[in-house]
């Protein structure tokens, strides 16, 4: 079986970061990727869709450095859902594990060439 994402799009917001009892990192990051198409009188049509991303360990504290609203990055993962309980109702939420990203440059500090690719690799499975 195989569970893959593959993402580029554009942070909605500065990544959120905490840590883990042990001290390593955890990124929670807001994605963005807009599709766009013409219907059928030849207007211009877009839609937008939201991605939660989270990061553990090495990629978290190259989110957390790095990264910031508006930048454009490209990511793998594995898609996750989350179960919890709000005012006594079941409640899910879908995340992406990401596992590998890079940084494709506009709007990040660490590009310092705009068109430079930057990669991290978290090399560990969850």
Same mark, same amino acid.
Not at 80 to 85: D, P
Not at 92 to 97: A, G, I, S
């Given at each position: 079986m195989l569970n893959k994402v593959q993402l580029i799009g554009r942070l909605g917001k500065d990544p959120e970061i905490r840590r883990m009892t042990n001290g390593d990192a #955890?990124?929670?990051v807001s994605l963005a990727t807009t599709e766009s198409w013409k219907d059928k009188k030849g207007a211009k049509q877009e839609?937008?869709?939201?991605?939660? *991303?989270?990061m553990y360990r090495g990629l978290g504290e190259v989110?957390?450095? +790095? *990264?910031? &609203?508006?930048?454009l990055i490209y990511v793998e993962g &594995? *898609?996750?859902?989350?179960? +919890?309980? &709000?005012n006594g109702e079941d409640r899910y939420v879908t995340k #992406? #594990? #990401?596992?590998?990203?890079k940084m494709l440059g506009g709007g990040n500090k660490a590009a310092s060439n705009p068109g430079s690719a930057n990669s991290f690799?978290?090399?560990g499975s969850y």
């Amino acid at each position: 079986m195989l569970n893959k994402v593959q993402l580029i799009g554009r942070l909605g917001k500065d990544p959120e970061i905490r840590r883990m009892t042990n001290g390593d990192a #955890v990124a929670n990051v807001s994605l963005a990727t807009t599709e766009s198409w013409k219907d059928k009188k030849g207007a211009k049509q877009e839609r937008t869709e939201w991605h939660n *991303l989270v990061m553990y360990r090495g990629l978290g504290e190259v989110a957390g450095e +790095y *990264l910031q &609203k508006g930048s454009l990055i490209y990511v793998e993962g &594995k *898609l996750t859902t989350e179960k +919890y309980e &709000k005012n006594g109702e079941d409640r899910y939420v879908t995340k #992406v #594990v #990401v596992t590998e990203m890079k940084m494709l440059g506009g709007g990040n500090k660490a590009a310092s060439n705009p068109g430079s690719a930057n990669s991290f690799d978290d090399g560990g499975s969850y």
